[in-house]
């Protein structure tokens, strides 16, 4: 479940690897949270705000990178959330196991 929420976001930045500038990497976060589950997508737009303040540099796909390390905090945020409410399923009856 948590990979459908945040697997469109990392395609996207696996995909943007090539990028060099902190910029890039922001505007790539930027797309990748506009694809995200709104836990996930709150926690990338924060990163890549961040990442233009401090003007971080590096490419996206680089290991320890600042993009590298938004991905890992917004699919933990996205795990840390509760999937929505799911329509419980039918009761059975425990004898038979047919439906009531």
Known sequence: MLWQRICPA?????????????????????????????????QLHNEADA?????????????????????QNAGNAAAATPPAAQTPARPTNTQTGAPH
């Open 10 to 42: 990392l395609l996207l930045i696996s995909a943007l690897g090539g990028c060099g500038s902190g910029h890039k990497q922001a505007d790539a976060l930027d797309r990748a949270a506009d694809q995200s589950d709104p836990t996930a997508a709150a």
């Open 51 to 71: 990442i233009r303040d401090t003007g971080a540099e590096g490419n996206v796909s680089d290991a320890g990178s600042p993009a590298q390390a938004a991905l």
